[in-house]
């Protein structure tokens, strides 16, 4: 599976952004698809997955309720709808594709796409 991922961009705090990735091969509806991030200086950090079927959604904490994940299966799309965007959502967004394993560990992730770049100026 080959993953890319693309829409980020400048935005000011209080914006919106939506990223999206775009899966090749037909094998995309069994996956676990998931979005990290990676700021400046920190390590890469768990924001969302979602099921195969699209059926569960996860987040971490802080994000739930800004962030929202979601997928088309016919269209081999993963998305990561991101609203009210704060100065600290500065990260390179990755994401990721897993066969299985907990969808919070990195190691449980087999394909990632490039990253893209959000920025949230203040």
């Known amino acids: 599976v080959q993953l890319q991922a693309s829409g980020g961009g400048l935005v000011q705090a209080g914006g919106s952004l939506r990223l999206s990735c775009a899966a090749s091969?037909?094998?995309?509806?069994?996956?676990?698809m998931g979005w990290f991030r990676q700021a400046p200086g920190k390590g890469r950090e768990f924001v969302a997955a979602?099921?195969?079927?699209?059926?569960?959604?996860y987040y971490t904490g802080s994000l739930k309720g800004r962030f929202t994940i979601s997928r088309d299966n016919a269209k081999n799309t993963v998305y990561l709808q991101m609203n009210i965007l704060k100065p600290e959502d500065t990260a390179v967004y990755y994401c990721?594709?897993?066969?299985?394993?907990?969808?919070?560990?990195?190691?449980?992730?087999?394909?990632w796409g490039q990253g893209t770049q959000v920025t949230v100026s203040s």
């Open positions: 979602i099921t195969r079927s699209g059926g569960s959604t």
């Open positions: 990721a594709a897993s066969s299985g394993g907990s969808y919070y560990y990195i190691s449980s992730y087999d394909y």
């Open positions: 091969g037909r094998t995309f509806s069994s996956y676990v």
